[in-house]
T-cell receptor, first 114, second 113 residues
Framework: AQKITQTQPGMFVQEKEAVTLDCTYD???????LFWYKQPSSGEMIFLIYQGSYDEQNATEGRYSLNFQKARKSANLVISASQLGDSAMYFC???????????FGTGTSLTVIP | DAGVTQSPTHLIKTRGQQVTLRCSPK?????VSWYQQALGQGPQFIFQ???????QRGNFPDRFSGHQFPNYSSELNVNALLLGDSALYLC????????????FGPGTRLTVT
């Protein structure tokens, strides 16, 4: 089974609007971390936000927030007030306490429309 | 504060050849992980090095090997290149064995012809 599933290959959002990128995960570990990365066309993976499995509050970093629903095993990224520079690929990732590797989803391509 | 650096930026090789990619971790980091990202896919974990040893390995053949030096920099070697090895190779660094946070380099784009 896939560890990370991103079901939206592509998304469009109007500038200044909010957008939600979906991510579901699969793990039997009790302790794990969930991440979102942004990858512009240049290729570098840029860390956006982190949520620990024991964190009771949803993580927020500026315009980024992570909607963490543990029972549903979902970790959706919400970008508020979208900007043209937000156009990029977005990857959800997970690291389990039992291992050292990160598992990535297939990504969502976000396009911000002026 | 220097981030993660990788060299070379781009590389073109012929099928059957061997290639070496290099990575210098972010200052203060001692753990290096390597990922392969095929076009249109998410990164796939190759292996991780800590204290100059391979700590964990993903589902990659033995043609993929690595090394970590005392200064924590790392090399990824791929032997007997196949067309399917064409990808963006990403290096990520972190501190310690249990940290969750990792920082990525800009990647090396490998094309095998």
């Amino acid at each position: 089974a896939q560890k990370i599933t991103q079901t939206q290959p592509g998304m469009f959002v109007q500038e200044k609007e909010a957008v939600t990128l979906d991510c579901t995960y699969d793990t039997s570990d009790q302790s794990y971390g969930l991440f979102w990365y942004k990858q512009p066309s240049s290729g570098e993976m840029i860390f956006l936000i982190y949520q620990g499995s024991y964190d009771e509050q949803n993580a927020t970093e500026g315009r980024y927030s992570l909607n963490f629903q543990k029972a549903r095993k979902s970790a959706n990224l919400v970008i508020s007030a979208s900007q043209l520079g937000d156009s990029a690929m977005y990857f959800c990732a997970m690291r389990e306490i039992t291992g050292n590797q990160f598992y990535f989803g297939t990504g969502t391509s976000l396009t911000v429309i002026p | 504060d220097a981030g993660v650096t990788q060299s070379p930026t781009h590389l073109i090789k012929t099928r059957g050849q061997q290639v070496t990619l290099r990575c210098s971790p972010k200052s203060g980091h001692d753990t290096v992980s390597w990922y392969q990202q095929a076009l249109g896919q998410g990164p796939q974990f190759i292996f991780q090095y800590y204290e100059e040893e391979e700590r964990q390995r993903g589902n990659f053949p033995d043609r993929f090997s690595g090394h970590q030096f005392p200064n924590y920099s790392s090399e990824l070697n791929v032997n007997a290149l196949l067309l399917g090895d064409s990808a963006l190779y990403l290096c990520a660094s972190s501190f310690g064995r249990t940290t969750y946070e990792q920082y990525f380099g800009p990647g090396t784009r490998l094309t095998v012809t």
